[in-house]
């Protein structure tokens, strides 16, 4: 069975510390490793795709890297508008259906 | 931009009812999802459809059904509403990455 585990479930740091958020899969033949964000009470909006072991994808403060085992998203000087859940989840088929962790709350303090 | 409607930010059904979610995406995209979330159980995948006319069960389809009679729109439908479908539902369409809608906040009392 597919399993996406997300960690830590909630972090709380001040503005300028950073941080990494941690997501850990067994997802059988893994063809995408996708990261979100999400507002309350919004959809998850999409930041970035990895597809292969030693990729990295940038945007703004973000940064996500991906191994054979996990995949890191690397938040550089926080601010308080980074706060949000962070989504990670795995994909294995051609019709991309994915496999979510439960998300890390970030909340970032002025 | 990629864009993903639902026809309902807010819904209140009473127990019983048949209840109809739509969403529709503007990308030409095969695939459609809808999901529930949870508070401590995350997102779970409900149905999707890679074509038109064309669905196939997610993790959690008991309860529900869908309909695509047309690419750009897929439908989930609650025929007899219940208390624990209580929920967020989020409706996502996709080449390879997922785009979500901005979900339906649905109450069932």
């Known amino acids: 069975e597919d399993q996406v585990t997300q960690s830590p479930e909630a972090l709380r740091l001040q503005e300028g510390e950073s941080s990494s958020l941690n997501c850990s899969y067994t997802?059988?033949?893994?063809?995408?490793l996708f990261w979100y964000r999400q507002d309350p009470g919004k959809g998850p909006e999409f930041l970035f795709t990895l597809y292969s072991a030693g990729e990295e994808k940038e945007k703004e403060r973000l940064k996500a890297t991906l191994t054979k085992k996990e995949s890191f998203l690397h938040i550089t000087a926080p601010k308080p508008e980074d706060s949000a859940t962070y989504l990670c989840?795995?994909?294995?088929?051609?019709?991309?259906?994915?496999?979510f962790g439960k998300g890390t709350l970030l909340t970032v303090n002025p | 931009d990629v864009k993903v409607t639902q026809s309902s930010r807010y819904l209140v059904k009473r127990t019983g009812e048949k209840v109809f979610l739509e969403c529709v995406q503007d990308?030409?995209?095969?695939?459609m999802f809808w999901y529930r979330q949870d508070p401590g159980l995350g997102l779970r995948l409900i149905y999707f459809?890679?074509?038109?006319?064309?669905?196939e069960k997610g993790d959690i389809p008991e309860g529900y059904s869908v309909s695509r009679e047309k690419k750009e729109r897929f439908s989930l439908i609650l025929e007899s509403a219940s208390t624990n479908q209580t929920s967020m539902y989020l409706c996502?369409?996709?080449?390879?990455?997922?785009?979500f809608g901005p979900g339906t906040r649905l109450t069932v009392t």
């Open positions: 996502a369409s996709s080449l390879r990455e997922q785009y």
């Open positions: 459809s890679y074509d038109v006319k064309m669905k």
């Open positions: 997802v059988s033949g893994l063809r995408g």
């Open positions: 990308m030409d995209h095969e695939n």
């Open positions: 989840a795995g994909s294995r088929g051609s019709n991309y259906k994915l496999t």
